[in-house]
Nanobody, 116 residues
Framework: QVQLVESGGGLVQSGGSLRLSCAAS????????MAWYRQAPGKQRDLVAR???????NYADSVKGRFTISRDNAKNTVYLQMNSLKPEDTAVYYC??????????WGQGTQVTVSS
C-alpha cells in the first residue's frame, strides 16, 4: 500500500507564494515521474507540472515562469513552488506518482485559494 501525503495549501493574496509538498510512503516501487494536477470547481483535472526521475520537467503554459517543480528522490518527495499566484490558480491541487509497472497513485488533494 502506498500513501501520498500532501501539505502546503492555503489562502494567499494575489501575487503571493505557496509551496506544496507531497511525500510518498509505504510500498515504494520505481518511480517514473511525479506530477501536480489541479481541479477548479466545475472543471476537469489538468496537469500543472511534471518531473521525471531524470529531472526533466514540463509545465502547463499558464504556470510557466511562475511555478517550479522539484523532487527529492531520496525522500520520494515532490515539491511545487508557486510564485506570483493569481486568482485563476485557485483549485484543489493533487499529487500524482507514475510508477513503473503499476497503476498511478493520487494524493487526497490540497486546497489553494488565491484572493484578489
Amino acid at each position: 500500500q502506498v500513501q501520498l501525503v500532501e501539505s502546503g495549501g492555503g489562502l494567499v493574496q494575489s501575487g503571493g507564494s505557496l509551496r506544496l509538498s507531497c511525500a510518498a510512503s509505504g510500498s515504494i516501487f520505481t518511480i517514473n515521474a511525479m506530477a501536480w494536477y489541479r481541479q477548479a470547481p466545475g472543471k476537469q483535472r489538468d496537469l500543472v507540472a511534471r518531473i521525471t526521475s531524470g529531472g526533466s520537467t514540463n509545465y502547463a503554459d499558464s504556470v510557466k515562469g511562475r511555478f517550479t517543480i522539484s523532487r527529492d528522490n531520496a525522500k520520494n518527495t515532490v515539491y511545487l513552488q508557486m510564485n506570483s499566484l493569481k486568482p485563476e490558480d485557485t483549485a484543489v491541487y493533487y499529487c500524482n506518482v507514475d510508477w513503473a509497472g503499476r497503476r498511478d497513485s493520487w494524493g487526497q488533494g490540497t486546497q489553494v485559494t488565491v484572493s484578489s
